[in-house]
């Protein structure tokens, strides 16, 4: 029988998500910018030229940025588990929030109607930010703890004054 757990430990050990996935995802993305190239422009796209080359194009690229280590001596798909775990975190935060949020009775509508407001994308956007922050991302921009948590507080007060100068 085939446990679940050992199968993910044997994809991991051989490189399937800091390799594979981060290859496939990369040939795609450069995959549909190549084919959009003009320099393709002069081959014969009924005979699938276009393609096949925009193709081969993409997969050298993509092995090219697999292959990149950063600063910290990660390998580009090694920093993108890390991203997408911790973002995955953050999200499942989110959600337990519109949860307790939506059982208070709390509607997230905008004054025109709309779904979503500034307010709830400036909050994504800062999420998506502690995101690139976090795992490493972006060693550059280093920010202590203390710079953070000023960050955060101020954000909680902005917000609060925010909503109460707001009118009904």
Partial sequence: MVDFNSMMDTMRGSGFDTFVLPWILFLVIIYAIVL???FLNSLDDKKGQKKQVAVIIAA????????????DGRLIGEALTT???SMSLYIAGILVLIL??????????GEDGSSINSLVVLSLVLIAIMVFFNTG???????????ATWLF??????????????DD
């Fill in 60 to 71: 050298i690229i993509s092995f090219f940025i697999i292959n990149f280590r950063m600063s």
């Fill in 83 to 85: 991203l997408f775990g």
């Fill in 137 to 147: 991302m972006a060693e550059s921009f280093n920010i202590s703890d203390e710079t």
């Fill in 36 to 38: 959009t190239a003009p």
């Fill in 100 to 109: 307790f949020l939506g059982m208070g009775g709390w509607s997230i509508k």
């Fill in 153 to 166: 507080m101020l954000l909680l007060v902005g917000g609060a004054l925010y909503f109460l100068g707001k």
